[in-house]
């Protein structure tokens, strides 16, 4: 049996590894300790006490480590160091979002102290600034969350009333109830040099100016869709944050946000006034989809039209605001939603069911999977929607989605690509069709015919099945087009030929265990 000296120095991974066995067996904290007290009444841990455990700040003796390695069956050595497995100390997900977590351990590394510290030098060391640091809390709470905030819900109900459509008139009437006085300004959008050197159009189409002012575009007034998301995101500042001081600015271009503040966007040190600017940003833009498409009147419009994007036509709001709600309001929570700009820049991303981001980053990287819809499109000028069943390999096996894109201009006259889609295997494998087989099927259909292939007509009957449960319409219009193989670089193309010359595989021994490797020999 190891002492408690031993034990400690041994022990970096025991508190996750409780925590884990804890909640892949669904007990609470209460549980455990009551299953320890049913094996040894004197040497059992309190709850308080398997709190501390699991949170890395106390160490469990011998007596009380084999009294819970009894409840969970393990060996006490299951527990140490040397035992460690990437399974055993990988977050469990919870069953909000789709994303998978690290596991933070050591645990003495990832205190506050050490990531306060280690945080600004890695962001300055990526080039990362405070700013994409903060939309990337956000868009994480979001994922987690799955985009479900009822709060905000509440709070734009309360103001519209479940009124929908909303037209302008009725929040220009919400705007003068909230005593905000509207003046409208000429601003022409012009051409910048994002922080990537691309060139765009950028100007601002509104902003809101303390105590009560609100300046509007002069452009605003020919396109009513885009008034009324303004009108209603500056109705939602005020009725969340009681007109404040923070000034806040909605832009028309390809930044990665909307709205700019008035801290420096460059500054690789994270900003506590610009992480606090960027979350009200999110809540604003939030509370103006909840107010122009209350969850449950617009979930049934999207019930009776199959999920269409066409529907904001009949609600004179624009299909971003459509495309993003319908991740909020729709019963099947595995949805994702990217808005691309060329040439291949991610503005705004939504994967609440996980899957990887098309560039393997937030912008464009040398070896881009070119199939995913979202990237073709941004290379087309069609005017029509793009349906796509896609399969591609994860951590977690073959996945097949669906997707429909479209091709928009912003306010400034900047291209841009808007992408809603899901992840079918969940719906597949609740009819019992075993979706990993059936996706391992398409893939290798697909790669059989060179990355492209007609669904074979045993997948396409359970695509059809599952479209039809949904009641989402593109999903059959995909199911009618070849599906394409996808992969989140390509570096890792299954495609024959590749979409990318073969590189050499890189020689992944480190200077350590190449030493190690001539020692040895030499021996």
């Given amino acids: ?115 306060q510290i280690a945080i600004p030098e890695m962001l300055a060391q990526t080039g990362t600034t405070g700013r994409q640091f903060a939309h990337l809390l956000i868009r994480a709470h979001q994922e987690h969350h799955r985009n479900h905030f009822p709060d905000l819900e509440r709070a734009a109900e309360d103001i519209g009333l479940k009124r929908m459509p909303l037209h302008v008139d009725d929040l220009m009437a919400i705007v003068g109830k909230l005593g905000l006085t509207i003046k409208w300004f000429t601003r022409t959008p012009k051409e910048v040099l994002d922080e990537t050197g691309a060139r765009s159009k950028s100007t601002v189409r509104s902003f809101f100016d303390p105590p009560g002012t609100l300046y509007l575009n002069e452009l605003l007034k020919a396109e009513p869709a885009r008034l009324k998301y303004d009108l209603a995101l500056h109705i939602g500042h005020c009725t969340l944050h009681n007109k404040d001081g923070l000034k806040s600015v909605l832009l028309a271009g390809r930044n990665q946000s909307n709205t700019g503040s008035t801290n420096s966007a460059k500054s690789f040190q994270p900003d506590a006034q610009d992480i606090l600017g960027a979350w009200r940003d999110f809540e604003c833009s939030f509370f103006a989809g909840a107010l122009l498409c209350p969850r449950i009147p617009f979930r049934q419009l999207l019930e009776r039209n199959s999920y269409e994007v066409s529907v904001h036509r009949q609600l004179d709001v624009s299909p971003s605001v459509v495309m993003r709600r319908m991740t909020a309001v729709s019963s099947y929570p595995h949805w994702h939603y990217f808005d691309a700009y060329p040439p291949g820049t991610l503005k705004a991303v939504y994967r609440g069911n996980g899957i990887p981001l098309p560039w393997g980053n937030m912008r464009l990287v040398e070896d881009p999977c070119q199939n995913w819809s979202v990237f073709r499109m941004i290379n087309n000028d069609s005017a029509d929607s793009s349906a796509q069943i896609s399969v591609l390999e994860t951590s977690n096996g073959p996945r097949i989605y669906c997707c429909e894109s479209v091709n928009v201009e912003d306010m400034a006259g900047n291209p841009h690509v808007l992408c809603a889609g899901i992840d079918l295997n969940p719906v597949l494998d609740t009819q019992g069709r075993a979706a990993s087989e059936l996706a391992a099927s398409l893939k290798e259909a697909c790669v059989r015919g060179g990355g492209n292939a007609d669904i074979p007509t045993s997948i396409r009957k359970n695509l059809l099945s599952a479209a039809r449960i949904l009641n989402i319409g593109w999903i059959e219009r995909g199911i009618s087009n070849p599906a394409r193989v996808i992969c989140s670089r390509g570096s890792v193309c299954p495609r024959t030929p590749a979409c990318y010359p073969a590189v050499e595989s890189p020689d992944t021994l480190t200077v350590m265990e190449k030493m190690q490797q001539a020692i040895r020999q030499e021996c």
């Avoid at 002492?3 to 455990?32: C, P, V, W, Y």
């Fill in 1 to 115: 049996m190891k002492s408690h000296a031993s034990l400690m120095r041994q022990s970096h991974f025991l508190g996750t590894k409780i925590r884990n066995l804890r909640k892949q067996h669904h007990l609470t904290l209460e549980d455990l300790s009551a299953r320890c007290i049913k094996i040894d009444p004197e040497a059992a841990p309190s709850v308080s006490y398997i709190s501390m455990i699991e949170r890395g700040k106390r160490v469990p003796g011998k007596d009380m480590l084999t009294i819970i390695a009894a409840v969970f069956q393990k060996e006490i050595d299951w527990f140490m160091d040397d035992a460690v497995s990437e399974a055993a100390i990988t977050p469990v997900k919870s069953g909000h979002g789709g994303i998978s977590g690290m596991a933070l351990e050591p645990g003495f590394l990832f205190s506050d102290n050490i990531l």
